[in-house]
């Protein structure tokens, strides 16, 4: 059965860089089936879609993120480990969040494939940015 | 930027039907997928491309689409469905853009 667990420091300061690793066992970062990808919500708020990844043996690992978002994310892919990471830089109060990382499946048309649901979701971990 | 609307609450007595809309201009070209929420715990996958229930998931539950809403039915509703439900769906505007729904907190 696949398993996601979200790793990192549960506090971070104002202007820092928020760092979080996702452990996949049970399956494998580099199928390329998947996207891999972070969520995050806010204390008492809904959903946020932040970042995925999609590893290719052609171009090692393709991020997209949230528009919103997408000048201080970084998401990048480590197979060697069955990792993918989260990097969100200047990070603001506002940042704070129980933050998920979870596998995309992928559906292909005739022409393009494009990111669907989220089947499996780790636990989520808080991140709190306070001094 | 692109947004999915829900209600924001929906309140339905046991063995009842419960509806919960989402509503986006670009529902109309683009899948939706359902996802179930209860406090502490990670969302799970409840309906896949607007209609598809995953292995496991309660027959109660339903997707259904109509133009730039798309509807989830939670028919005979349990006490155990008390929950927040979110719709997801992408960004036909941006390139491998996805978003959520506001969320809608079912309660029973």
């Known amino acids: 059965q696949l398993q996601l667990q979200e790793s990192g420091p549960g506090l971070v300061k104002p202007s820092e860089t928020l760092s979080l690793t996702c452990t996949v066992s049970g399956g494998s970062v580099s199928s390329s089936s998947f996207y891999w990808g972070w969520i995050r919500q806010p204390p008492g708020k809904g959903l946020e879609w932040i970042g995925s990844?999609?590893?290719?043996?052609?171009?090692?690992?393709?991020?997209y993120s949230n528009p919103s978002l997408k000048s201080r994310v970084t998401v990048s892919v480590d197979t060697s480990k069955d990792q993918f990471s989260l990097k969100l830089s200047s990070v603001t109060a506002a940042d704070t969040a129980v933050y998920f990382c979870?596998?995309?499946?992928?559906?292909?048309?005739?022409?393009?494939?494009?990111?669907?649901?989220?089947?499996?979701w780790g636990q989520g971990t808080l991140v709190t940015v306070s001094s | 930027s692109y947004e999915l609307t829900q209600p924001p609450s929906v309140s339905v007595s046991p063995g009842q039907t419960a509806r919960i809309t989402c509503s986006g201009d670009a529902l109309s070209k683009q899948f939706a997928y359902w996802y179930q929420q209860k406090p502490g715990q990670a969302p799970v996958l409840l309906i896949s491309?607007?209609?598809e229930r995953p292995s496991g998931i309660p027959e109660r539950f339903s997707g259904s689409s109509s133009g730039t809403t798309v509807t989830l039915t939670i028919s005979g509703v349990q006490a155990e469905d008390e929950a927040d439900y979110y719709c997801?769906?992408?960004?036909?505007?941006?390139?491998?853009?996805?978003?959520f729904g506001t969320g809608t907190t079912v309660t029973v």
């Open positions: 491309k607007d209609t």
């Open positions: 997801q769906s992408a960004d036909s505007s941006a390139t491998h853009s996805y978003v």
């Open positions: 979870a596998r995309q499946r992928v559906y292909c048309s005739s022409t393009s494939c494009y990111g669907g649901d989220f089947d499996f």
């Open positions: 990844i999609y590893y290719s043996v052609f171009y090692s690992g393709s991020p």
